[in-house]
């Protein structure tokens, strides 16, 4: 089991910053990917960072050069920062760890971006 517990969401206007948080626990030893999902109203839920089992990592198109995944280990935790945001990245945020073929989530957390 794995647990996932997301931080950093809130309100912030177009062209500003946040920085997600991901502090994971439990069986972290078996964790073969982690990355960073969000859900806007009426859409599926979409990758839009992420690390491969391999160590590389993966943007969706729409938020490349503007976002970054990053890791601690010693922490047991993976960022996102988020530059140059946009009102089309409002969503809520979710954390997502691989073990095999089973996906956890954290509860997710809520990014609005408005002026």
């Known amino acids: 089991q794995v647990q996932l517990v997301e931080s950093g969401g809130g309100l912030v206007q177009p062209g500003g910053s946040l920085r997600l948080s991901c502090e994971a626990s439990?069986?972290?030893?078996?964790?073969?990917?982690m990355g960073w999902y969000r859900q806007a109203p009426g859409k599926q839920r979409e990758l839009v960072a992420a690390f491969t089992p391999g160590g590389s990592t993966n943007y969706a198109r729409s938020v490349k050069g503007r976002f970054t995944i990053s890791g601690d280990s010693a922490k047991n935790t993976v960022y996102l920062q988020m530059n140059a945001l946009k009102p089309e990245d409002t969503a809520v945020y979710y954390c997502?760890?691989?073990?095999?073929?089973?996906?956890?989530w954290g509860q997710g957390t809520q990014v609005t971006v408005s002026s």
């Open positions: 997502n760890a691989r073990v095999m073929l089973v996906d956890y």
């Open positions: 439990g069986s972290i030893f078996s964790i073969a990917a």
